[in-house]
């Protein structure tokens, strides 16, 4: 089983940073995928960015690519996301999700999720 929490969001104007922290529960964190996912109001939640169990490889969504960056600390039980150049249609609940074995950014493939932040761009 593996519990997460996550923090780190709130108001930003466009142009400004954030970073998202995702921490973990349990013994085998650095065994599984980790993967953000966002839903913004009335929109299906969609996949942002993924990292494999070492960290050595990483997944973005086109939408983010070179904006975000996705990272773990495997000592610290926690996956991060650093959210740059924001724009207003980042603004959603950002979600941490895990698996296990290989990435997918199929929502349906991943076993955990926390309960998601809040992340606001303002114009």
């Known amino acids: 089983q593996v519990q997460l929490v996550e923090s780190g969001g709130g108001l930003v104007q466009a142009g400004g940073s954030l970073r998202l922290s995702c921490a973990a529960s349990?013994?085998?964190?650095?065994?599984?995928?980790m993967a953000w996912f966002r839903q913004a109001p009335g929109k299906e939640r969609e996949f942002v960015a993924a990292i494999s169990w070492s960290g050595g490889s990483t997944y973005y969504a086109d939408s983010v690519k070179g904006r975000f960056t996705i990272s773990r600390d495997n000592a610290k039980n926690t996956v991060y996301l650093q959210m740059n150049s924001l724009k207003p249609e980042d603004t959603a609940v950002y979600y941490c999700?895990?698996?296990?074995?290989?990435?997918?950014?199929?929502?349906?493939?991943?076993?955990?999720w926390g309960q998601g932040t809040q992340v606001t761009v303002s114009s």
């Open positions: 349990g013994r085998t964190f650095s065994s599984y995928t």
């Open positions: 999700a895990a698996k296990a074995s290989y990435y997918s950014k199929r929502i349906s493939d991943y076993s955990y």
